[in-house]
Protein backbone atom coordinates (compact mmCIF):
# COMPACT_ATOMS: atom_id res chain seq x y z
CA UNK A 1 0.00 0.00 0.00
CA UNK A 2 1.44 3.28 -0.57
CA UNK A 3 1.34 5.50 2.00
CA UNK A 4 2.12 9.39 1.49
CA UNK A 5 4.06 11.16 3.99
CA UNK A 6 3.55 14.75 2.43
CA UNK A 7 1.34 17.13 4.58
CA UNK A 8 -2.07 15.99 4.19
CA UNK A 9 -3.39 19.76 4.64
CA UNK A 10 -0.99 21.00 2.03
CA UNK A 11 -2.60 18.37 -0.36
CA UNK A 12 -6.26 19.42 0.36
CA UNK A 13 -5.18 22.92 -0.39
CA UNK A 14 -3.74 21.94 -3.40
CA UNK A 15 -6.62 20.21 -4.45
CA UNK A 16 -9.10 22.77 -3.52
CA UNK A 17 -6.77 25.29 -6.04
CA UNK A 18 -7.00 22.40 -8.68
CA UNK A 19 -10.97 22.24 -9.13
CA UNK A 20 -11.46 25.19 -10.76
CA UNK A 21 -8.65 24.53 -13.61
CA UNK A 22 -10.25 21.37 -13.98
CA UNK A 23 -13.54 22.54 -14.49
CA UNK A 24 -12.67 25.42 -17.42
CA UNK A 25 -14.20 25.37 -20.62
CA UNK A 26 -15.74 27.85 -22.78
CA UNK A 27 -19.55 26.25 -23.11
CA UNK A 28 -21.62 28.10 -21.38
CA UNK A 29 -22.91 25.19 -19.66
CA UNK A 30 -20.40 23.50 -18.63
CA UNK A 31 -19.02 26.59 -16.37
CA UNK A 32 -22.32 27.87 -15.04
CA UNK A 33 -23.44 24.41 -13.72
CA UNK A 34 -19.87 23.67 -12.20
CA UNK A 35 -19.91 23.34 -8.25
CA UNK A 36 -17.28 22.35 -6.08
CA UNK A 37 -17.03 21.95 -1.98
CA UNK A 38 -14.47 21.09 0.15
CA UNK A 39 -15.60 18.71 3.47
CA UNK A 40 -13.33 18.75 6.36
CA UNK A 41 -14.25 15.64 8.49
CA UNK A 42 -12.47 15.50 12.06
CA UNK A 43 -13.15 11.69 13.28
CA UNK A 44 -12.69 10.10 16.69
CA UNK A 45 -13.08 6.61 17.03
CA UNK A 46 -12.90 4.06 20.22
CA UNK A 47 -13.98 0.60 20.20
CA UNK A 48 -13.16 -0.93 23.55
CA UNK A 49 -12.77 -4.90 23.18
CA UNK A 50 -14.20 -6.46 26.24
CA UNK A 51 -14.00 -10.54 25.67
CA UNK A 52 -10.58 -10.94 24.00
CA UNK A 53 -7.87 -13.50 24.69
CA UNK A 54 -3.98 -12.95 26.31
CA UNK A 55 -2.20 -11.43 23.50
CA UNK A 56 -4.91 -9.69 21.56
CA UNK A 57 -5.90 -5.72 21.52
CA UNK A 58 -8.09 -4.81 23.92
CA UNK A 59 -8.95 -1.64 22.46
CA UNK A 60 -8.76 -0.02 19.03
CA UNK A 61 -8.52 3.48 19.10
CA UNK A 62 -7.69 6.46 16.55
CA UNK A 63 -8.56 10.22 15.81
CA UNK A 64 -7.76 11.85 12.27
CA UNK A 65 -8.49 14.60 9.92
CA UNK A 66 -9.93 14.25 6.73
CA UNK A 67 -10.27 16.23 4.08
CA UNK A 68 -12.30 15.63 1.19
CA UNK A 69 -13.27 17.92 -1.98
CA UNK A 70 -15.86 17.27 -4.64
CA UNK A 71 -15.75 19.39 -8.04
CA UNK A 72 -18.87 18.82 -10.86
CA UNK A 73 -18.65 20.50 -13.75
CA UNK A 74 -21.68 20.79 -15.94
CA UNK A 75 -22.54 19.81 -19.79
CA UNK A 76 -21.39 21.16 -22.58
CA UNK A 77 -24.46 22.09 -25.31
CA UNK A 78 -25.20 20.62 -27.63
CA UNK A 79 -27.28 16.80 -28.50
CA UNK A 80 -24.96 15.44 -25.95
CA UNK A 81 -23.38 17.10 -23.77
CA UNK A 82 -20.23 16.68 -21.94
CA UNK A 83 -18.42 17.47 -18.59
CA UNK A 84 -16.10 16.12 -15.94
CA UNK A 85 -15.94 15.63 -12.17
CA UNK A 86 -12.75 15.85 -9.93
CA UNK A 87 -13.23 14.04 -6.75
CA UNK A 88 -9.57 14.40 -4.21
CA UNK A 89 -9.53 13.11 -0.52
CA UNK A 90 -7.18 13.56 1.78
CA UNK A 91 -6.26 12.04 5.48
CA UNK A 92 -3.93 13.13 8.18
CA UNK A 93 -3.24 11.51 10.88
CA UNK A 94 -3.73 13.23 14.71
CA UNK A 95 -3.47 9.89 17.21
CA UNK A 96 -2.35 6.26 16.22
CA UNK A 97 -0.64 4.18 18.29
CA UNK A 98 0.81 0.00 17.55
CA UNK A 99 -0.78 -0.90 20.31
CA UNK A 100 -4.47 0.69 19.37
CA UNK A 101 -4.66 0.71 15.55
CA UNK A 102 -7.15 -1.03 13.06
CA UNK A 103 -9.96 1.19 12.99
CA UNK A 104 -10.81 1.62 9.44
CA UNK A 105 -9.54 5.52 9.82
CA UNK A 106 -6.16 5.30 8.47
CA UNK A 107 -3.87 2.27 6.51
CA UNK A 108 -3.09 0.66 9.76
CA UNK A 109 -3.89 -2.50 11.96
CA UNK A 110 -2.97 -3.80 15.18
CA UNK A 111 0.47 -3.17 15.59
CA UNK A 112 1.15 -0.99 12.92
CA UNK A 113 0.16 2.50 13.70
CA UNK A 114 -1.26 4.77 11.03
CA UNK A 115 0.72 6.66 8.57
CA UNK A 116 0.84 10.39 8.55
CA UNK A 117 -1.07 11.05 5.68
CA UNK A 118 -2.79 9.36 2.94
CA UNK A 119 -4.25 11.25 -0.17
CA UNK A 120 -5.71 9.90 -3.99
CA UNK A 121 -7.19 12.30 -6.68
CA UNK A 122 -9.29 10.98 -8.88
CA UNK A 123 -11.90 11.93 -11.95
CA UNK A 124 -14.94 11.37 -13.84
CA UNK A 125 -15.92 12.08 -17.36
CA UNK A 126 -19.70 11.79 -18.25
CA UNK A 127 -22.23 12.45 -21.41
CA UNK A 128 -25.76 13.01 -21.23
CA UNK A 129 -28.40 13.11 -23.68
CA UNK A 130 -31.72 14.12 -22.98
CA UNK A 131 -32.54 12.42 -19.49
CA UNK A 132 -29.41 9.40 -20.24
CA UNK A 133 -26.36 9.80 -18.36
CA UNK A 134 -23.40 7.70 -18.84
CA UNK A 135 -20.45 7.80 -16.73
CA UNK A 136 -16.33 6.10 -16.49
CA UNK A 137 -13.98 6.84 -14.02
CA UNK A 138 -14.40 6.98 -10.48
CA UNK A 139 -18.01 6.16 -9.04
CA UNK A 140 -19.89 6.35 -6.14
CA UNK A 141 -23.07 3.43 -6.71
CA UNK A 142 -26.05 4.13 -4.26
CA UNK A 143 -27.74 1.21 -5.80
CA UNK A 144 -29.21 -1.82 -3.27
CA UNK A 145 -26.79 -4.46 -4.43
CA UNK A 146 -24.26 -1.78 -4.36
CA UNK A 147 -24.26 1.02 -2.07
CA UNK A 148 -20.13 2.63 -1.19
CA UNK A 149 -19.65 2.96 2.46
CA UNK A 150 -19.01 6.19 4.11
CA UNK A 151 -19.29 6.02 7.63
CA UNK A 152 -15.19 6.27 8.45
CA UNK A 153 -12.89 9.02 7.42
CA UNK A 154 -12.95 8.61 3.48
CA UNK A 155 -15.63 7.49 1.89
CA UNK A 156 -15.33 4.21 -0.60
CA UNK A 157 -14.96 4.90 -4.36
CA UNK A 158 -14.71 2.45 -7.56
CA UNK A 159 -13.38 2.65 -10.86
CA UNK A 160 -16.24 1.29 -13.60
CA UNK A 161 -18.79 2.51 -16.06
CA UNK A 162 -22.29 3.58 -14.88
CA UNK A 163 -25.58 3.83 -17.06
CA UNK A 164 -28.67 5.83 -15.87
CA UNK A 165 -31.81 6.01 -17.77
CA UNK A 166 -34.56 8.15 -16.28
CA UNK A 167 -36.21 8.61 -20.54
CA UNK A 168 -39.47 6.94 -19.46
CA UNK A 169 -41.54 9.12 -16.25
CA UNK A 170 -41.50 7.28 -12.40
CA UNK A 171 -39.26 5.02 -14.48
CA UNK A 172 -34.91 5.06 -13.33
CA UNK A 173 -33.39 2.53 -15.13
CA UNK A 174 -29.63 1.84 -13.91
CA UNK A 175 -27.10 -0.36 -15.50
CA UNK A 176 -22.84 -0.29 -14.88
CA UNK A 177 -20.00 -2.54 -14.41
CA UNK A 178 -17.36 -1.91 -11.90
CA UNK A 179 -13.64 -2.52 -12.09
CA UNK A 180 -11.48 -1.83 -9.22
CA UNK A 181 -12.01 -0.44 -5.39
CA UNK A 182 -10.90 2.44 -3.12
CA UNK A 183 -11.20 1.01 0.27
CA UNK A 184 -12.21 3.50 3.34
CA UNK A 185 -8.81 3.62 4.55
CA UNK A 186 -6.83 2.68 1.26
CA UNK A 187 -5.04 4.60 -1.46
CA UNK A 188 -4.84 1.75 -3.75
CA UNK A 189 -7.09 0.37 -6.29
CA UNK A 190 -7.70 -3.27 -5.62
CA UNK A 191 -10.04 -6.22 -6.92
CA UNK A 192 -13.51 -6.19 -5.29
CA UNK A 193 -13.63 -8.57 -2.39
CA UNK A 194 -17.21 -10.42 -1.50
CA UNK A 195 -17.78 -10.71 2.56
CA UNK A 196 -18.38 -14.17 1.24
CA UNK A 197 -16.26 -15.86 -1.39
CA UNK A 198 -13.40 -14.60 -3.24
CA UNK A 199 -12.22 -11.56 -4.91
CA UNK A 200 -12.81 -10.37 -8.74
CA UNK A 201 -12.06 -7.66 -11.28
CA UNK A 202 -15.51 -6.99 -12.71
CA UNK A 203 -18.98 -6.22 -10.81
CA UNK A 204 -21.47 -6.47 -13.15
CA UNK A 205 -25.27 -4.81 -12.27
CA UNK A 206 -28.50 -4.05 -14.35
CA UNK A 207 -31.67 -2.96 -12.60
CA UNK A 208 -34.12 -0.37 -11.62
CA UNK A 209 -37.28 1.38 -10.25
CA UNK A 210 -40.82 1.89 -11.05
CA UNK A 211 -42.45 4.19 -8.92
CA UNK A 212 -46.79 3.80 -8.77
CA UNK A 213 -47.17 7.65 -7.31
CA UNK A 214 -51.09 7.45 -7.39
CA UNK A 215 -50.84 4.73 -4.55
CA UNK A 216 -47.81 5.63 -3.02
CA UNK A 217 -45.77 2.58 -3.66
CA UNK A 218 -41.91 1.54 -5.69
CA UNK A 219 -41.08 -1.51 -6.82
CA UNK A 220 -37.49 -2.28 -7.60
CA UNK A 221 -35.59 -4.99 -9.60
CA UNK A 222 -31.98 -5.74 -9.93
CA UNK A 223 -29.42 -8.06 -10.56
CA UNK A 224 -25.61 -8.12 -9.45
CA UNK A 225 -22.67 -10.68 -10.66
CA UNK A 226 -19.54 -10.85 -8.68
CA UNK A 227 -17.52 -12.45 -11.95
CA UNK A 228 -16.52 -15.86 -10.60
CA UNK A 229 -17.73 -15.55 -7.09
CA UNK A 230 -21.75 -14.74 -6.39
CA UNK A 231 -24.40 -13.83 -8.75
CA UNK A 232 -27.85 -11.79 -6.81
CA UNK A 233 -30.83 -11.42 -7.99
CA UNK A 234 -33.30 -8.46 -5.34
CA UNK A 235 -36.58 -7.91 -5.21
CA UNK A 236 -37.84 -4.53 -3.62
CA UNK A 237 -41.20 -3.08 -2.49
CA UNK A 238 -41.77 0.41 -1.01
CA UNK A 239 -44.91 1.38 0.56
CA UNK A 240 -46.04 4.89 1.35
CA UNK A 241 -49.22 5.53 3.63
CA UNK A 242 -50.66 8.89 4.76
CA UNK A 243 -52.57 7.80 7.35
CA UNK A 244 -54.28 11.37 9.48
CA UNK A 245 -51.19 12.71 11.44
CA UNK A 246 -49.59 9.68 10.53
CA UNK A 247 -46.91 8.72 7.60
CA UNK A 248 -46.32 4.90 7.67
CA UNK A 249 -44.14 3.12 5.54
CA UNK A 250 -42.68 -0.35 4.22
CA UNK A 251 -39.60 -1.91 2.81
CA UNK A 252 -39.27 -5.26 1.89
CA UNK A 253 -36.69 -6.61 0.22
CA UNK A 254 -35.71 -10.18 -1.24
CA UNK A 255 -32.19 -11.32 -1.81
CA UNK A 256 -31.61 -14.94 -4.02
CA UNK A 257 -27.65 -15.09 -4.01
CA UNK A 258 -25.98 -17.70 -5.60
CA UNK A 259 -21.98 -18.57 -6.82
CA UNK A 260 -21.02 -18.19 -9.87
CA UNK A 261 -17.88 -19.68 -11.60
CA UNK A 262 -14.89 -20.90 -10.24
CA UNK A 263 -14.74 -20.38 -6.55
CA UNK A 264 -14.83 -23.39 -4.01
CA UNK A 265 -18.41 -21.82 -1.55
CA UNK A 266 -21.41 -23.10 -2.20
CA UNK A 267 -23.36 -20.18 -1.94
CA UNK A 268 -27.15 -20.76 -2.03
CA UNK A 269 -28.31 -17.77 0.13
CA UNK A 270 -31.92 -16.12 0.71
CA UNK A 271 -32.20 -13.01 2.90
CA UNK A 272 -35.42 -11.48 3.77
CA UNK A 273 -35.51 -8.25 4.92
CA UNK A 274 -38.63 -5.82 6.38
CA UNK A 275 -38.32 -2.37 7.81
CA UNK A 276 -42.10 -0.88 9.07
CA UNK A 277 -42.06 2.53 10.16
CA UNK A 278 -44.90 5.20 11.88
CA UNK A 279 -44.22 8.87 12.00
CA UNK A 280 -45.72 12.04 13.43
CA UNK A 281 -44.78 15.19 14.10
CA UNK A 282 -40.81 14.98 15.34
CA UNK A 283 -41.24 11.38 16.39
CA UNK A 284 -40.52 7.96 13.89
CA UNK A 285 -41.02 4.41 15.49
CA UNK A 286 -39.25 1.51 13.06
CA UNK A 287 -39.77 -2.14 13.72
CA UNK A 288 -37.60 -4.18 11.37
CA UNK A 289 -37.00 -7.62 10.98
CA UNK A 290 -34.69 -10.24 8.87
CA UNK A 291 -33.76 -13.85 8.36
CA UNK A 292 -30.30 -14.59 6.77
CA UNK A 293 -31.68 -17.99 5.09
CA UNK A 294 -28.28 -19.99 3.64
CA UNK A 295 -25.47 -22.09 4.92
CA UNK A 296 -23.59 -19.32 4.10
CA UNK A 297 -23.36 -15.53 5.79
CA UNK A 298 -25.51 -12.85 3.52
CA UNK A 299 -22.77 -12.09 0.40
CA UNK A 300 -22.07 -8.94 -0.27
CA UNK A 301 -19.63 -6.46 -1.40
CA UNK A 302 -16.87 -5.93 1.46
CA UNK A 303 -16.71 -2.51 3.35
CA UNK A 304 -20.22 -2.03 1.37
CA UNK A 305 -23.16 -0.76 3.02
CA UNK A 306 -26.25 -3.82 2.70
CA UNK A 307 -29.74 -2.92 1.44
CA UNK A 308 -31.19 -4.92 4.89
CA UNK A 309 -33.08 -3.86 7.74
CA UNK A 310 -30.66 -4.54 10.50
CA UNK A 311 -26.96 -3.40 8.81
CA UNK A 312 -26.08 -0.94 12.29
CA UNK A 313 -23.52 0.31 13.25
CA UNK A 314 -21.22 -2.58 14.29
CA UNK A 315 -22.88 -5.97 13.15
CA UNK A 316 -24.84 -6.86 10.22
CA UNK A 317 -26.54 -9.55 11.58
CA UNK A 318 -26.31 -11.74 8.73
CA UNK A 319 -24.57 -14.49 9.60
CA UNK A 320 -25.59 -18.17 8.52
CA UNK A 321 -29.37 -19.12 9.40
CA UNK A 322 -29.60 -15.94 11.72
CA UNK A 323 -32.61 -14.52 12.25
CA UNK A 324 -32.96 -10.58 14.09
CA UNK A 325 -35.45 -8.00 15.19
CA UNK A 326 -35.46 -4.28 15.56
CA UNK A 327 -36.93 -1.58 17.32
CA UNK A 328 -36.18 1.74 16.74
CA UNK A 329 -37.02 5.43 17.65
CA UNK A 330 -36.30 8.80 16.32
CA UNK A 331 -36.93 12.16 17.52
CA UNK A 332 -36.46 15.83 16.04
CA UNK A 333 -35.73 18.39 19.14
CA UNK A 334 -37.19 21.46 16.69
CA UNK A 335 -40.61 21.12 17.65
CA UNK A 336 -39.14 20.95 21.26
CA UNK A 337 -37.09 24.53 20.93
CA UNK A 338 -33.67 22.51 20.14
CA UNK A 339 -33.32 23.40 16.45
CA UNK A 340 -30.78 21.25 14.84
CA UNK A 341 -30.62 18.40 17.57
CA UNK A 342 -31.83 14.99 16.12
CA UNK A 343 -31.54 11.77 17.65
CA UNK A 344 -32.16 8.32 17.92
CA UNK A 345 -31.95 4.69 20.07
CA UNK A 346 -32.06 1.11 18.46
CA UNK A 347 -31.99 -2.18 19.71
CA UNK A 348 -31.54 -5.38 17.70
CA UNK A 349 -30.98 -8.88 18.70
CA UNK A 350 -30.16 -11.88 16.46
CA UNK A 351 -30.50 -15.79 17.42
CA UNK A 352 -30.65 -18.70 15.45
CA UNK A 353 -26.77 -19.30 14.13
CA UNK A 354 -23.71 -21.30 15.62
CA UNK A 355 -22.09 -19.66 18.08
CA UNK A 356 -18.07 -20.33 18.59
CA UNK A 357 -17.44 -23.59 20.08
CA UNK A 358 -21.10 -24.66 18.84
CA UNK A 359 -24.35 -24.37 20.41
CA UNK A 360 -26.69 -21.76 19.87
CA UNK A 361 -25.26 -18.56 19.21
CA UNK A 362 -27.22 -15.22 20.14
CA UNK A 363 -26.45 -11.56 19.92
CA UNK A 364 -27.51 -8.05 20.26
CA UNK A 365 -26.40 -4.42 19.55
CA UNK A 366 -27.73 -1.44 20.76
CA UNK A 367 -27.06 1.83 19.27
CA UNK A 368 -27.55 5.81 20.59
CA UNK A 369 -26.78 8.12 17.61
CA UNK A 370 -27.39 12.36 18.37
CA UNK A 371 -26.65 15.05 15.83
CA UNK A 372 -26.13 18.78 16.29
CA UNK A 373 -26.28 20.89 13.45
CA UNK A 374 -25.08 24.62 14.55
CA UNK A 375 -27.57 27.33 13.14
CA UNK A 376 -26.36 30.40 13.56
CA UNK A 377 -22.95 32.43 14.42
CA UNK A 378 -19.38 31.77 13.15
CA UNK A 379 -19.64 28.06 13.45
CA UNK A 380 -23.03 27.97 11.30
CA UNK A 381 -23.65 24.15 9.59
CA UNK A 382 -20.73 22.58 11.50
CA UNK A 383 -22.10 19.45 12.51
CA UNK A 384 -21.42 17.28 15.88
CA UNK A 385 -22.57 13.65 16.07
CA UNK A 386 -21.66 11.41 18.99
CA UNK A 387 -22.13 7.48 18.03
CA UNK A 388 -22.70 4.99 20.91
CA UNK A 389 -22.91 1.32 20.38
CA UNK A 390 -22.89 -1.75 22.32
CA UNK A 391 -22.80 -5.29 21.10
CA UNK A 392 -22.85 -8.83 23.28
CA UNK A 393 -22.30 -11.64 21.26
CA UNK A 394 -21.35 -15.07 21.49
CA UNK A 395 -20.01 -15.34 18.08
CA UNK A 396 -16.51 -14.14 16.69
CA UNK A 397 -17.63 -10.76 17.38
CA UNK A 398 -17.85 -10.87 21.01
CA UNK A 399 -18.36 -8.49 23.47
CA UNK A 400 -17.95 -4.91 22.68
CA UNK A 401 -18.04 -1.25 23.82
CA UNK A 402 -17.75 1.43 21.15
CA UNK A 403 -18.03 5.42 21.27
CA UNK A 404 -17.78 7.88 17.70
CA UNK A 405 -16.80 11.29 17.71
CA UNK A 406 -17.30 13.43 14.71
CA UNK A 407 -17.38 16.97 13.23
CA UNK A 408 -18.21 17.52 9.95
CA UNK A 409 -18.54 21.15 7.82
CA UNK A 410 -18.54 21.68 4.35
CA UNK A 411 -17.35 24.41 2.56
CA UNK A 412 -18.64 25.87 -0.83
CA UNK A 413 -16.06 26.52 -3.31
CA UNK A 414 -18.41 27.36 -6.22
Not at 186 to 210: E, H, K, P
Not at 383 to 399: E, F, P
Request: charged content about 20%.
Amino acid sequence: MKHVKTNALAAAVALTLAAPLATTANAAGFVEDTKASLQLRNFYFNRDFRSTPPGAASKAEEWAQGFILRAESGYSQGAVGFGLDVYGAAGLKLHSEDDTAGTGLLPSAFGNEGPDGYSHITGTVKAKASNTVLKVGNLFPTIPIAQASDIRLLPQTYTGGALSMGEIENLDVQAGQLRQVNYRASTDRQDIGATVGGTSDRFNYLGGTYKFTEIGSTLGLWRGELDDVYEQNLVNLIQTVSLGDWALGANLAYFDTSDNGNQPLDIDHQMKSIMLSAGTGPHVFRLGYQHSDGDTAFPYLAENNPYIANYIQILDFARSDEKSWQARYDLDFAQYGIPGLKGLIRYVSGDNFTAVGGGEGKEWERDIDFTYTIQSGPLKNVALQWRNAMVRSNAATGDLDENRLIVNYTIPLM
